[in-house]
């Protein structure tokens, strides 16, 4: 079923203009070129039909890949927000029941946003793909047919990323970018780490995480402390630095404390500092 969506107008605001649901991926392919074929897309102002053009715009592909439904969900509206100012070809795909029949479940939306009234509208494609069964294991395989062949392709993988599964590393061989929160895996996370960082020598991945990226008033905070003169030349005196973490976690037990945070953190001060780490992590 095809929807095409007339809301009132909302300047800046992405609003829903085209659904509809596919069960291939060629059915996919199909209404993703329908949207764009169609002429009479119109939104209203004061009550009125005005005709906008559409324009489909994007800078790149953006997978995200969610193992659970929750995940989904606020992926895509995290992106849907962002339509006007980052646009991209979203693919959000999920995968189900494993051991069952092959099979996949789409919807194909496209979500537009226009800046002022003598403007055309921005609009960018999101894809939501639910696939079980042998299509489910292989994702690679769902997201190569539907990307913009000639735009880099980021992939964010919130939760527990499987790195070292078949499937991660096919679907991230053909990636450019790998979006993760580290602060959010089970655990110390260390073990992840790791597998994260043999990807760099396995691909052509840059990776970015949030772990680290909320951090970043830390240390700006710290650097700015050196920014005055009088202190600058007490960076050439420092010779140890010991970085002590704290959680609320009551379990207290080895390795059942996430420390992905303090470890970017670490490593931070290191490389401006031109040390290395002599001690390794240490219960306290």
């Not at 970018?177 to 895996?185: E, I, N």
Request: aromatic share 6%.
């Amino acid at each position: 079923m095809t929807t095409s969506v007339a809301p009132a107008i909302a300047y800046n605001e992405p609003v829903l203009r085209w659904s509809a649901r596919a069960h291939s991926i060629a059915e996919i392919e199909q209404e993703l070129a329908r949207i764009w074929a169609r002429p009479d897309l119109t939104t209203e102002i004061d009550g009125e039909p005005a005709r906008h053009i559409a324009a489909r715009t994007s800078v790149m592909n953006l997978v995200v890949v969610a193992r659970r439904p929750e995940l989904a969900e606020g992926g895509a509206a995290t992106i849907q927000a962002l339509t006007g100012r980052h646009p991209s070809r979203t693919i959000v795909v999920q995968s189900a029941d494993p051991d069952g029949p092959s099979w996949i479940e789409a919807r194909v939306e496209a979500h537009c946003v226009l800046p002022r009234e003598d403007a055309p509208e921005t609009c960018a494609e999101t894809i939501h793909v639910t696939a079980g069964g042998e299509a489910g294991r292989h994702l690679s395989a769902i997201v190569t047919p539907l990307i913009i062949h000639d735009l880099p392709v980021t992939v964010w993988w919130p939760g527990e990323p499987p790195f070292g599964s078949r499937a991660a590393y096919d679907l991230l061989t053909g990636a450019d970018r790998l979006v993760v929160d580290g602060s959010s895996w089970n655990g110390d996370g260390l073990d992840r780490m790791r597998e994260m960082a043999g990807l760099l020598d396995a691909t052509r991945l840059s990776i970015s995480d949030f772990a680290l990226i909320r951090q970043s008033r830390w240390r700006e905070a710290i650097a700015s402390i050196f920014d005055d003169p009088d202190f600058t030349p007490y960076l050439r005196s420092l010779r140890r630095v010991a970085v002590t973490y704290s959680t609320h976690d009551e379990a207290g037990a080895h390795g059942s404390t996430n420390i992905v945070k303090p470890i970017y953190h670490v490593a931070w001060l290191a490389s401006r500092l031109g040390l290395t780490v002599v001690k390794p992590l240490s219960a306290v």
